[in-house]
């Protein structure tokens, strides 16, 4: 383990990211950790893929990509029969403002993903997946490619792994920088080479995925999870959290905080606690406000935030979402029209343009808001952005117009004050001088 | 089978069946642009939401699948706040220039905007501004800020027309239409995204500013040019055609037509219209009354019957004439005494007249072709001579089915083909006679005797065993086979492998009347000569009704000479043409302008009205001949009405499908070897297939109608020793015409494709056989 306080010290409580130092990431170190034998275990053992999942069941694994869904119940959607070619893919494509975990175990870890995508395709039967990173992030394209080509040469992946029969080739792939990609059937469709706008569900990817192939995709961090869970077995994984909260979780801390960075603490855990990993607030400013679940999560004031655990089901009651684990802090000084306004442009610039709300409803929204943040403000503009963000939400192919929709909402709800203020006195209410 | 309740109206739905379908099928209708039946559903416009019991939020209707005890309602308060919300934001980036715009009136935007609509907008910034663009001389995208980005156009382009022309690029506000590299848009299906886009972004580019959908009366009619007969609805301004629309008919053309459909009315307004009889007098030609005309053109041919014997007349009549024209065309040369008539214009070989068991035709509903599982197209050029029926073939391939192709080029049909055999022409029956062997033999069926010694290719093989299994199978045979020197053996080899592999066989036939003509008796019945023998061996006089000899028949050089050569050619024609030769011109009315009916190519007779007024002194053809009949004192030529005429059909219309039938006679013969040097390989165009689209000017801009090259592969060049671009002399028989010549791999080793029914063409003898080339 690296020292505390150093560069890459995830916390004490780490499991996916724990003992790393920034160049143990090759296979030689992953193995010396302990690496690989959990898919050694399931293959030489011959542990049937229905107990696998099981034992992901048993865990509470939650999808860490942002949706939280259940990862084994996820796995067991998979045709166990099917005759013909089944897909797995993992979404590195982690575009969401203010997360960064993923990149990290590509670029600390990767082999720990290798192994826990190998163990997936076993449990599910496929025999092919595909690692799609997203575009920004070439030199961990460049990691994750060795990584693989260490995994092949050392018999972890490719054909009759291990000596068992059981055959996995693993691609990486990388996209081109668009958010939308991230949205998993907009993945699927940007990997088989078409413009990645989301496809309409039903059908969902376990029938009808990759090639209109059964395709299971989870995030990153989500098959990282796997082999400790492999390991230690599903009861311990979850122990390590809360109940249906298993695990624990990368949070990517960003913002007014003294050591910004990834922390990997149990479900659970205080926001409180994560606040002080991070160094606290920088300079020692009050904190205003925080988003914690990524920059398409409802914002929550600062007070309701140090009330929080970092859990699934304790965020969701605070009226925000736990997301993909980005937790964005911010202090006193900042305008929340201006951090609005940025969120807006994002979506507006990020909307794929496929289904109309979203296409002319983010336009929209991110005009109001500008013109609000440069004094034009009218006096119906709240009730206007809310009523827009309403007629968005829930009407669209995928998340992104609900991602547009609730940061709008949530900080109306709860700093509608310094909006009316924006408008009313064509100023900030957040005093130029502090 | 689903039950479920759509508005508390109980309903049944096959599984599979979407919320929309279950609404449609109840009357209901729920709002919508990106839906279209024919397309994939792309839920992406949403303004079909509608509430869903159990469902937490508004359901897209057409992509939600129906489930049993399902129960929705598409006019709740939870709908039609959605319904309204989209709307909106339909509107936010719309233009407001309904006033001017193409569309207003019969938008479907400017329609649920009334339903749905606020009477203000909210949205007060700029809206966007998308620059137009060029797609061609027949789809105006002058104004895309209108687009709604509901991808109909890309769909039916990628689905139906089977190339991906336009596409959505950019994204969010900043998405886009655009055609691939700027190009145009040169499906021959284009029209169609003028119909299917919802708003006033894809228009029609001919029909510009020139009326108001409410100005215009819609009247019905039937297609006058390819074999399908696609139902059409003419709109109709002051007695003036302004614009050709589809009218849906699930059974022929669905709710498509092709472009030549669409845009060929251009050409019935045009300036080649012949608008009074003439009458060359010294070398002049001067306008007439009608009795003076039908007086002139009685005598000269009572004089000329009179003086020669009824032998002496020959009629020529297009396959685009209608039933009752062919009818008394035919009529009127009998009761002068001759058998001299013919409709079948560009064929060679007439071997098999006399020895068929009835009226070729299509072989099986044109309907049925998109639920073959296995199908063999022999020598066509089947996307341009019958687009909406290789439209047909590629739904039948999308699900599976296995066409294949037997051709003289690799044509691309745009669609997937499980076999493709490129012969020169010469060769075709010799490679058609290896797959009924190869077929055959898979069959443990009995070779027929003449073709012991064909040894079948491994094409031949794969071809044979293709069609060896499935249970719905057809061998359809096109333009380039009915019109091949071997037409007779091409048919009685397909007849021979449709009896093996347990097929059904036809010809795709040639032009809206082609089924028509042998319904009306328009060929020879007695021992007349055919339209090839009366043009090899010149008639003292001819009557040529709607055809252009020049364009229109197989061998244009040798129509020439016997026009030329005879005493008296009376040419009943829409247009002025045929004034060197011609000793009459009659204005005889085009398919707009007169009641009539054509029958297609599976047989089925369609009866249309005039929708228009005749131009100028211009009549009907059918009382045309009606009065010339009763002025020579020929019996039978008594009518009063069209329908008296259809009562006189030599086959009544319900008569038609008994009398149908490809089988044929003639004997099988050992395939020839191919001929020796180069050989020619001729299309008609598709936009100068017949007189109407010749002179349609937008369709004379498509890609379509570029002027003819002599087209051959980089081996055939080298070994002719000439270079792409440069001109070359072709000689065919007699005639002799320069070309640039032009690379094109789709033609095999020893052919040229050199196309028919120009002007500059129109000087060579045949569709086919032995050319010489050399540099001009």
């Known amino acids: 383990m690296s020292a505390p306080g150093g560069f890459l010290d995830y916390g004490p409580d780490a499991i996916i990211m724990a003992g790393l130092t920034g160049s143990n990431w090759r296979l030689a170190d992953y193995v010396a950790r302990g690496g690989y034998s959990a898919l050694r275990k399931i293959l030489t053992e011959r542990i049937p893929p229905t107990t696998v999942i099981g034992e992901v069941k048993r865990s509470a694994l939650r999808g860490r990509g942002g949706a939280g869904f259940p990862t084994g119940l996820k796995w067991s959607f998979m045709p166990q029969q099917y005759q013909g070619d089944k897909y797995l893919v993992c979404n590195s494509d982690e575009g969401e403002p203010g997360t960064f975990k993923d990149r990290d175990i590509l670029r600390y870890n990767p082999h720990v993903l290798i192994e826990g995508m190998a163990i997936a395709a076993y449990a599910m039967g496929c025999g092919r997946g595909y690692n799609y990173i997203h575009g920004e992030i070439w030199e961990t394209y460049e990691r994750a490619e060795e990584a693989v080509a260490e995994a092949y040469a050392a018999g972890f992946l490719g054909t009759d792994i291990l000596g068992s029969g059981f055959s996995f080739l693993l691609h990486n792939h990388h996209g081109y920088g668009a958010y939308i990609c991230g949205e998993e059937t907009a993945l699927l469709e940007s990997l088989e080479g078409k413009k990645g706008q989301p496809r309409f569900k039903p059908p969902f990817p376990a029938s009808f995925g990759l090639y209109g192939k059964p395709t299971t995709i989870n995030n990153t961090e989500t098959f990282a999870a796997v082999p400790w869970i492999i390991n230690h077995g599903g009861e311990a994984f979850l122990n390590l959290g809360r109940p249906n909260n298993g695990g624990t979780k990368l949070f990517s801390v960003s913002g007014d905080v003294a050591r910004p960075g990834n922390f990997e603490v149990p479900l659970g855990t205080p926001f409180a606690t994560l606040l002080d990993m991070a160094g606290g607030m920088r300079d020692g400013r009050k904190l205003k406000a925080c988003i914690p679940g990524g920059s398409s999560m409802p914002v929550l004031p600062g007070d309701v935030m140090m009330q929080t655990d970092m859990d699934y089901d304790s965020i969701a009651k605070a009226g925000s979402m736990l997301g993909s684990g980005a937790v964005i802090v911010m202090n006193d000084t900042r305008c929340m029209v201006k951090s609005l306004l940025r969120l807006s442009y994002f979506y507006y610039e990020e909307s794929c343009g496929q289904c109309t709300p979203c296409r002319e409803g983010t336009g929209w929204l991110w005009r109001v808001v500008d013109r609000i943040e440069h004094g034009q403000g009218r006096a119906d503009d709240i009730d206007l952005l809310l009523s827009v963000s309403d007629n968005i939400a829930g009407r669209t192919i995928c998340a992104l117009g609900d991602a547009a929709a609730l940061p709008v909402k949530s900080f109306i709800r709860h700093f509608r004050d310094e909006f009316q203020h924006h408008i009313d006195h064509r100023q900030c209410l957040v005093p130029a001088y502090i | ?776």
């Open chain 2, 1 to 776: 089978m689903l039950n479920l309740e759509i508005d508390g109206k109980a309903v049944q739905v096959a599984p599979g069946s979407t919320v929309m379908d279950a609404a449609q099928q109840l009357g209901i209708h729920v709002p919508h642009f990106c839906y279209h039946k024919k397309l994939s559903i792309a839920a992406n416009c949403r303004m079909c939401l509608v509430q869903v019991e159990k469902a937490p939020k508004p359901l897209p209707a057409c992509a939600t699948p129906a489930a049993e005890g399902m129960k929705a309602w598409t006019h709740s308060e939870l709908a039609v706040t959605a319904q309204k919300a989209v709307m909106e934001f339909l509107l936010v980036n719309h233009p407001l220039d309904c006033p001017i715009c193409d569309q207003g009136g019969e938008c479907q935007l400017q329609d649920l905007a009334v339903g749905y609509g606020p009477s203000a907008s909210r949205y007060r910034e700029a809206k966007r501004v998308v620059s137009h663009k060029s797609l061609g001389p027949l789809v105006s995208a002058e104004e895309m800020a209108r687009c709604i980005q509901c991808t109909r156009c890309v769909r039916f382009g990628q689905e139906i027309a089977g190339a991906m022309e336009l596409g959505m690029i950019g994204r969010g506000e900043h998405s886009e239409i655009v055609a691939f590299g700027g190009r145009s848009v040169d499906s021959e299906l284009s029209g169609n995204m003028i119909d299917i886009c919802p708003v006033g972004a894809l228009t029609s580019k001919p029909f510009s500013y020139a009326a108001r959908t409410w100005e215009l009366s819609r009247r019905k009619s039937v297609s006058p040019h390819d074999a399908l007969g696609s139902n059409l609805v003419v709109q109709v301004k002051n007695d003036r055609v302004m614009r050709v629309l589809p009218l849906e008919n699930e059974a022929v053309n669905e709710c498509w037509i092709s472009d030549k459909d669409r845009f060929s009315y251009e050409a019935l307004n045009g300036p080649e219209r012949l608008t009074a009889p003439m009458i060359r007098q010294g070398g002049q030609w001067i306008a007439v009354d009608w009795q003076t005309a039908l007086d002139f053109t009685a005598h000269a041919l009572k004089d000329v019957t009179a003086r020669h014997g009824g032998a002496a007349l020959g009629t020529l009549v297009s396959p685009h004439a209608t039933l009752e024209e062919m009818t008394l065309a035919a009529r009127l040369t009998r009761a002068l005494g001759s058998d001299n008539v013919d409709f079948r214009l560009r064929q060679a070989d007439f071997r098999g007249d006399g020895q068929g068991e009835g009226i070729p035709w299509l072989g099986l509903p044109i309907a049925d072709i998109n639920d073959q599982d296995r199908v063999l197209v022999i020598g066509s050029f089947l996307r341009k001579d019958h687009p909406l029926i290789a439209q047909r073939l590629r739904q039948a391939a999308k699900k599976g089915a296995q066409v294949s192709m037997l051709h003289a080029v690799a044509d691309d049909w745009l669609l997937p083909l499980a076999h493709s055999w490129i012969t020169v022409p010469s060769l075709l029956p010799a490679a058609l006679a290896g797959i009924v062997v190869a077929a055959a033999r898979l069959a443990g069926a009995a070779v027929p005797a003449a073709l012991a010694g064909v040894e079948p290719s491994e094409r031949a093989q794969a071809i044979a065993a293709s069609l060896a299994s499935g249970q719905r199978k057809a061998i359809l045979l096109g333009n380039l086979a009915e019109q091949h020197a071997e037409a007779s053996q091409l048919l009685a080899l397909a007849q021979a492998l449709a009896g093996i592999t347990g097929a059904r066989f036809g010809c795709l036939s040639e032009a809206a009347n082609s089924v028509g003509g042998h319904v009306a008796g328009a060929l020879p019945q007695s021992g007349g000569l055919d339209a090839r023998a009366m043009l090899e061996n010149p008639r003292r006089a001819y009557l040529v009704l709607h055809a252009e000899p020049a364009f229109d028949c197989a061998n244009p050089v040798a129509a020439r000479a016997a026009l030329d050569a005879a005493e008296f050619v009376a040419v009943l024609s829409p247009f002025r043409h045929g004034a060197d030769y011609a000793s009459v011109l009659l204005p005889v009315a085009p398919f707009t302008e007169t009641a009539g009916s054509f029958v297609n190519c599976e047989g089925r007779a369609q009866r249309f009205n005039g929708v228009v007024k005749p131009l100028g002194e211009t009549r009907p053809a059918w009382k045309l001949l009606r009065v010339l009949g009763s002025l020579l004192g020929l019996p039978g030529f008594d009518f009063a009405t069209i329908d008296e005429v259809r009562a006189s059909l030599p086959i009544q219309e319900a008569a038609i499908a008994g009398r149908l039938g490809n089988g044929t006679r003639v004997a099988i013969t050992a395939p020839a070897a191919g001929a020796q040097g180069v050989e020619r390989v001729a299309d008609v165009p598709i936009h100068f297939a017949d007189a109407l689209v010749r002179r349609a000017p937008s369709l004379q801009q498509t890609a379509d109608a570029a002027a003819p090259c002599a087209r051959m592969n980089a081996a055939t060049l080298q070994k002719l020793g000439v270079v792409a671009g440069a001109d070359v002399r072709i000689r065919q028989g007699r005639g002799e015409a320069v070309l640039a010549a032009a690379v094109d791999a789709a033609v095999p080793d020893g052919a040229v494709r050199i196309s028919a029914a120009h002007p500059s063409t129109s000087a060579l003898e045949g569709l086919s056989g032995p050319i010489e080339i050399t540099g001009a």
